[in-house]
């Protein structure tokens, strides 16, 4: 039987879908537009030379194919995660010229020839969520794969939530991870 908090999680979900998806293609562009600009704007981007990013999916997560093809025109190592049995993930170097695997619930990751980065020689990872509250908790899609990830990550972690979709509170679990930094389209909060 599902958990008070599942429950909880699960009807934010539906709420946040419907709100992402009356969002018209020019203002996910412009939130997009903005949330990158926060982010290269970093002093932590900047210092990093490896960064863990993910593959957006359109509709659901901001389209960071570019935010990614731009870290790497700036001289970046980035991983994207490669999703594994039992809910558990690796970082697998991008590289331009590998095309991405399409895995589960539409994921783009790269395959198995590409390197694969430890977890210590990431300065910084970028947390994809279906939103985050003010505290920097994330409401993810349901599978842990970041939390299990982050519990040993000891580079810093960021959040892009959309205004449209930020949260006072998300329903929050012992197991749950938050990031250190979040970023909407008009704020950089430090968490």
Not at 87 to 102: F, G, S
Request: contains cysteine.
């Amino acid at each position: 039987m599902a958990s008070t908090i599942d429950l909880e999680k699960g009807a934010l979900r539906r709420r946040v879908r419907e709100q992402l998806s009356a969002l018209t293609p020019e203002e996910l562009v412009q939130s997009d537009n903005a949330l990158f600009a926060r982010f290269l704007a970093l002093p932590q981007v900047e210092a990093a030379k490896t960064v863990f990013a993910f593959w957006g999916i359109p509709g659901k997560e901001p389209d960071t194919a570019r935010l990614v093809r731009e870290l790497v025109r700036r001289g970046k190592a980035v991983g994207l995660p490669r999703m594994l049995p039992e809910h558990r993930m690796e970082v697998r170097r991008y590289a331009p010229d590998k095309p991405l695997v399409t895995a589960s619930f539409g994921i783009s990751e790269p395959g198995e020839d590409c390197p694969l980065i430890r977890r210590e020689d990431i300065a910084l990872a970028l947390v994809p969520a279906m939103c985050y509250d003010r505290r920097g908790f994330r409401l993810g899609f349901g599978g842990g794969y970041y939390d299990r990830w982050l519990a040993g990550f000891a580079g810093a972690a960021v959040g892009l939530c959309r205004e449209a979709v930020l949260q006072e509170r998300v329903p929050v679990e012992g197991h749950d991870a938050r990031v250190d930094f979040l970023l909407t389209e008009g704020e950089s909060l430090s968490l």
